[in-house]
């Protein structure tokens, strides 16, 4: 991956940091994005405002922004490679309780980020003739949990996966790979904006009685961002989240 150019939004905190974080160490051109400016900055500073990458802060969620990011990787490195759809947000709320807002929330930034930024970056791909999207979804899409109801965020979720198999099926023949993460609970700030206090309590939901570390995930971005054979696959990491139950 050294000198590929590797676009990744959401990259402010959590896993889209850490992903950020693995493929600068690993020589790959990277841009950077999140909707806030002042975080994004921050986390860039704090990577050490690496020479080969580059930052933009953009709602995702905003048909522009893709096409932005796009258009200054291009510029920057004349190329885009990889795209990485992190940005996303979740919350769990009662099916009941969930109002028409919530519904656009999570489709407008999980789903529609996403769908429109590889709209934005796949006739790129197409002149190159090879790619590799990596899309975040999540285990709960097929292993939902009594106790943490998260029909809006799931429901956004689970079109993800369905984008990245129909993406696979048509851009085979291009050699465009399409990919997603599903992860377990992942130890991030996600955890406390949902009200989880101790993340580590969550453990026994995964048969190895840990949760996940943000490396882990990008670890899994880079193999799949690297590989020359795999796509239309939803890869779990998680700890055994979705094969079985300790007890």
């Known amino acids: 991956m050294e000198n590929k150019t590797v676009i ?17 160490a690993r020589k790959s051109s990277v841009v950077m994005n999140s909707s806030n400016e002042e975080n994004l900055k921050k986390a860039y500073d ?21 096409q932005q990011l796009i258009n200054l990787a291009l510029e920057k ?17 009662p099916f009941l309780e969930v109002e028409e807002e919530d519904l656009d929330r999570y489709w407008n930034v999980n789903l529609k980020g996403t769908y429109f930024t590889t709209q934005a970056v796949i006739p790129h791909m197409l002149k ?16 939902a949990i009594d106790g943490f109801p998260a029909t809006a965020p799931l429901t956004s979720k689970g079109a993800i996966h369905s984008l990245t198999r129909q993406l696979a099926a048509e851009y085979g023949k291009n050699n465009i790979k399409v ?15 949902i009200g989880i206090e101790n993340a580590d309590s969550l453990a026994g939901l995964h048969l190895l009685n840990r949760i996940g570390e943000t490396n882990d995930i990008a670890e899994a971005a880079y193999y799949l961002a690297s590989s020359n054979f795999i796509t239309g696959e939803t890869i779990n990491v998680a700890g055994g989240h979705t094969i079985g139950h300790a007890i």
Do not use: C, M, W
């Open 8 to 24: 990744i939004t959401g990259t402010s905190t959590g896993i889209g940091k850490e992903i950020a974080k693995y493929f600068i």
């Open 46 to 66: 704090e990577l050490g405002a690496p020479p080969n990458a580059v930052y933009f802060a953009g709602d995702i969620s905003k048909k522009e922004t893709g």
């Open 128 to 143: 190159q003739q090879k790619g590799s999207i990596i899309n975040i979804g999540t285990v709960l899409v097929d292993h």
């Open 77 to 93: 490195y004349k190329t885009a490679d990889v795209l990485i759809n992190n940005a996303g947000v979740f919350s769990p709320k």
């Open 179 to 193: 990919n997603t993460i599903a992860p377990g609970i992942i130890r991030s700030p996600l955890q406390e904006k």
